[in-house]
């Protein structure tokens, strides 16, 4: 029983599993986006998360601070990511650009996107990414509600011109003339006047 053990063994020791990670989580920073089987990208999702969390508090703590305890902060903390990534740049960027990314957010900076068997052994194989900038997100937004209020427009407008349109045929019905009724008893005499002339006739 596996109680109180947590994570996939992935069929590898620890020292070949934490290597695995540092340079998936490395080229994950730099690129943004890579390819790799569900349960890698699973795993790898705990440790890129934990990576954004210590640029987002790099980054909030300031930058040319003088006091101490903040200088001793942010080394440590710098010495933290160098220590676990493989490249100076996926620092950088993780202390730069991801962290101002997801300044706003709490949590939840990845995503995992199936993408089907891998060709030869069928492994289930996954996108794993980091999100879009929050201010791409915040610039569609009104965007959607302009649409959806023209669109309630539209809809409204033909309700309202219906009573107007029933008020201008009630006008005109109003308006004019009534028809002249049918001269129906007069030609019901002539047709019964006719019928009398072909009885006296037979009858003669």
């Known amino acids: ?45 705990r440790v890129a998360e934990r990576l954004v969390t210590l640029g987002k508090r790099y980054r909030a703590l300031g930058a040319g601070t003088a006091e101490k305890d903040v200088a001793a902060r942010k080394l440590h903390l710098h010495r933290q990511m160098l220590s676990y990534l493989m490249d100076k740049k996926a620092v950088e960027s993780l202390m730069g650009e991801l962290a101002e990314r997801f300044e706003a957010r709490p949590g939840g ?30 610039e569609e937004k009104p965007k959607r509600r302009r649409r959806r209020a023209k669109a309630k427009t539209a809809d409204e407008t033909p309700a309202a011109e219906k ?12 308006t004019a003339p009534a028809e002249e009724p049918e001269e129906a008893p007069a030609a019901a005499a002539e047709e019964a006047a006719e019928q009398d002339e072909e009885n006296d006739k037979k009858s003669d």
């Open 1 to 45: 029983m596996r109680h109180r053990l947590h994570g996939r063994k992935l069929n590898r020791s620890a020292p070949h599993r934490k290597v695995l990670f540092r340079n998936m989580a490395t080229s994950l920073i730099l690129h943004g986006r890579i390819a790799t089987t569900q349960a890698k990208a699973k795993e790898l999702r």
């Open 109 to 138: 900076y990845t995503r995992i996107l199936k993408i089907g068997p891998r060709r030869g052994d069928a492994a289930p194989m996954a996108l794993i990414e980091f999100l879009a900038a929050e201010e791409e997100a915040k």
């Open 163 to 174: 009573p107007a349109k029933a008020k201008a045929k009630a006008k005109k019905a109003e």
